[in-house]
C-alpha cells in the first residue's frame, strides 16, 4: 500500500478508513491540500466543495465510529465535471450563460449513489463548453491542463476530469461522454476511463448536450477503482427517460476472471487510418498481450462518424436555440460558430442519420456474434499543445478539434460500452479503446484488468507537475 | 463573392431569427459546409423506404 492518502488509490483508501487506519477527514485533507498545491498548474477544478467534503467526512468518520457500515466507497475523495448537478451550486456546463441560473436544489443522482457508498465529493471540474469540445480548453475559465505535460491538452470535454485524476489530486472523478468526451481524457491523461452502454448510468439532474448520444461514467487511476464507482452507481432511476429498467450487474468480483475463453479482435478499416504512429503503436501493445490477431471491419464506420456529427450539431442547437438568439455574445465563440451551424442544417438530414444509425448498429451487433471484444485507438495521437489548431493524419493536414474524436465517434454513436486504458508511452501516454457488446461493460472491465496486471496498461505517475 | 451557401446562411439566419453578426459569419459558413459534407456522406448510403430511424419509442 502507499504511504500517504494523496498518493492511495480510491480501494485503498475505503479499505483503511473502513478499518480505521486513516480517518475520512484525513483523506479528505489530503485530497484537498494536494489541489491546493497542483491546481494552481492543472486549472481541473472550477469549484472546491471544502465545506461540505469536510462534513461528509466527519460524518462517515462518526458512522464508523457507532460501528455502521458506510459502504465501498469510504472517505474516497471524488469530483465532478460540472455539468453534474450539485446542490448548491449553479450548473455552469462550462459555459458563461449558465452561471446566472439559480443554485441548485439537490445533487445528480449519481453523485447521491456516490455518497450513499461513502464518496467524498470534493468539487467540480472544468469542460469545454457545453461539452462541445474534444480539447480540454474553456474560453470563460482557462483551459485544464496535461498532468503529464501542462503545455498540451487535457482533452475534451470532460479535461477537468482528465486532469484531476491524471494528476492525483482525486482518485476517482465522473464526466460525460457524447462522442468520445470521456474516452478522449482519459487517452490524452493516461488514466483508465469507463464509458457504459447508452442508457446504462442515469443523467438525471445532469446538464444534458445530445440526449440521444450522452452517457455518463467515471474516470480512475486503476481499473478496480474504475469498477467500485462503476458498480455503485448502477440501477434504474425514472428520472433519466434513457436510463433502463436493468438491475444492477456488478463487475468487481468478475474482474479476476482473465481473458480466457474470449474472442478478441482488432478494428480494421477506418480504425487503422488517421493515425500517428504512437496511437499505431498502443494498439500493438495491447493487441499482442491480448493475443488478438483477428481483424474486424465496423462496416461504414466513416458514415457513422458523419451521422453522430450530424446529429450532435443539430440536437446541440436544439438545445441552446433560445439562448443562441438572446445571448450570442456570451458563448465562447468557437462553440457558437459551430451551433449556429448546426441550426442552419435541414432536418431530412437529422432523419436519414439516424435512419442510418439503425442500419449500423444492427451491422455492429452482427460482429458480436463472433467476437467478444473490439479493439480500436481511443485518439490519433497524443495529446496536442494546448492551442495546436492543425495536425497532419495520414498526410493531410487537419483541424485538430473535430477531428481528435474520429475513433471515438462511431462507437458511442450505438452506446457501446467501451473501457479507455493508458499506455503509458513516453514522453506521454496514449489510450485504446476495449469495445464489448451492449451491456457487457463486465467483458469491457475484466480485459482492462487482464492488460493492467500485464502492466501494458497503467495510469502513469504525473510527469508535469 | 457570395455564392447560394452564403445566400442560404443568410436567409437561415433570417428565417431563424438568429443574430448573425457579419464578423461570424465566415465561421459559421465554414462549419455548415463541413455539416454538409459529412451530410452528403450519409445521403449517399442506400436505405430502403422502410427503414426505421434510431429515434423510435415506445408508447
Not at chain 1, 455502521?68 to 451550486?89: I, T, Y
Not at chain 1, 492525483?168 to 464526466?175: E, F, H, S, W
Not at chain 1, 444492477?248 to 488517421?274: D, K
Not at chain 1, 498481450?289 to 458523419?306: D, F, M, S, Y
Request: glycine letters at 8%; one cysteine or more.
Amino acid at each position: 500500500m502507499s504511504e500517504t492518502p494523496a498518493s492511495m488509490s480510491a480501494a485503498e483508501i475505503a479499505q483503511a478508513v473502513s478499518s480505521r487506519k486513516i480517518t475520512a477527514v484525513a483523506a479528505t485533507g489530503a485530497a484537498l491540500a494536494r489541489i491546493a498545491v497542483h491546481d494552481k498548474v492543472l486549472n481541473a477544478f472550477t469549484d472546491v466543495t471544502a465545506d461540505r467534503a469536510r462534513a461528509k467526512a466527519r460524518a462517515i468518520d462518526a458512522e464508523i465510529a457507532a460501528g455502521k457500515s458506510v459502504g465501498p466507497l469510504a472517505g474516497v475523495p471524488f469530483a465532478v465535471k460540472n455539468l453534474f448537478d450539485v446542490e448548491g451550486l449553479s450548473t455552469r456546463a462550462g459555459s458563461k450563460i449558465n452561471r446566472d441560473l439559480p443554485a441548485s436544489p439537490r445533487d445528480a443522482t449519481l453523485i447521491e449513489r456516490m455518497e450513499a457508498a461513502g464518496a467524498v465529493l470534493v468539487g467540480a471540474l472544468n469542460m469545454g463548453e457545453y461539452a462541445y469540445d474534444f480539447t480540454g480548453e474553456n474560453a470563460h475559465d482557462g483551459p485544464s491542463r496535461n498532468p503529464h505535460d501542462p503545455a498540451r491538452m487535457a482533452g475534451g470535454s470532460s479535461g477537468g476530469s482528465g486532469s484531476a485524476v491524471g494528476g492525483a489530486l482525486v482518485p476517482i472523478a465522473l464526466g460525460s461522454d457524447t462522442n468520445g468526451s470521456i474516452r478522449v481524457p482519459s487517452s490524452f491523461c493516461g488514466i483508465f476511463g469507463l464509458k457504459p452502454t447508452y442508457g446504462r448510468l442515469s443523467r438525471a439532474r445532469s446538464f444534458p448536450f445530445v440526449a440521444s448520444l450522452d452517457h455518463l461514467g467515471p474516470f480512475a487511476r486503476s481499473v478496480k477503482d474504475l469498477a467500485l464507482a462503476y458498480d455503485v452507481m448502477q440501477g434504474p432511476d425514472t428520472d433519466d427517460p434513457a436510463c433502463v429498467a436493468r438491475p444492477v450487474e456488478p463487475t468487481m468480483p468478475l474482474l479476476t476472471e482473465g481473458i480466457s475463453g474470449l474472442r478478441i479482435a482488432i478494428a480494421g478499416g477506418y480504425f487503422q487510418q488517421n493515425l500517428l504512429p504512437e496511437a499505431v503503436e498502443a494498439v500493438a501493445r495491447v493487441a499482442k498481450a491480448l493475443g488478438a490477431t483477428q481483424i474486424v471491419e465496423l462496416p461504414e464506420a466513416a458514415r457513422a462518424r458523419a451521422a453522430a456529427f450530424i446529429i450532435t450539431t443539430t440536437e446541440g442547437a436544439a438545445l441552446h436555440l433560445d439562448r443562441l438568439r438572446k445571448r450570442p455574445n456570451d458563448f465562447d465563440p468557437a462553440v457558437r460558430d459551430r451551433l449556429f451551424s448546426g441550426a442552419m442544417v435541414p432536418a431530412v438530414h437529422v432523419d436519414r442519420a439516424q435512419k442510418f444509425r439503425r442500419w449500423y448498429r444492427a451491422r455492429v451487433l452482427e460482429l458480436f456474434q463472433s467476437v467478444d471484444v473490439i479493439l480500436a485507438p481511443a485518439t490519433p495521437c497524443t495529446a496536442p499543445k494546448i492551442g495546436q489548431a492543425n495536425f497532419t493524419l495520414d498526410g493531410v493536414e487537419l483541424p485538430v478539434r473535430p477531428n481528435i474524436g474520429i475513433h471515438t465517434q462511431p462507437i458511442s454513436f450505438i452506446g457501446l460500452p467501451v473501457a479507455a486504458v493508458p499506455v503509458p508511452l513516453e514522453p506521454m501516454p496514449i489510450g485504446v479503446q476495449i469495445i464489448a457488446a451492449p451491456w457487457r461493460e463486465d467483458i469491457a472491465l475484466r480485459v482492462a484488468y487482464a492488460l493492467e496486471q500485464m502492466g501494458v496498461a497503467n495510469a502513469p505517475a504525473p510527469r508535469g507537475i | 463573392m457570395t455564392d447560394h451557401l452564403d445566400d442560404y446562411v443568410n436567409a437561415a439566419a433570417r428565417a431563424m431569427e438568429l443574430p448573425l453578426d457579419d464578423a461570424w459569419r465566415p465561421a459559421v459558413r465554414a462549419n455548415l459546409e463541413v455539416a454538409l459534407r459529412l451530410a452528403k456522406l450519409v445521403d449517399d448510403f442506400p436505405l430502403p423506404d422502410d427503414a426505421a430511424s434510431a429515434a423510435i419509442y415506445s408508447a
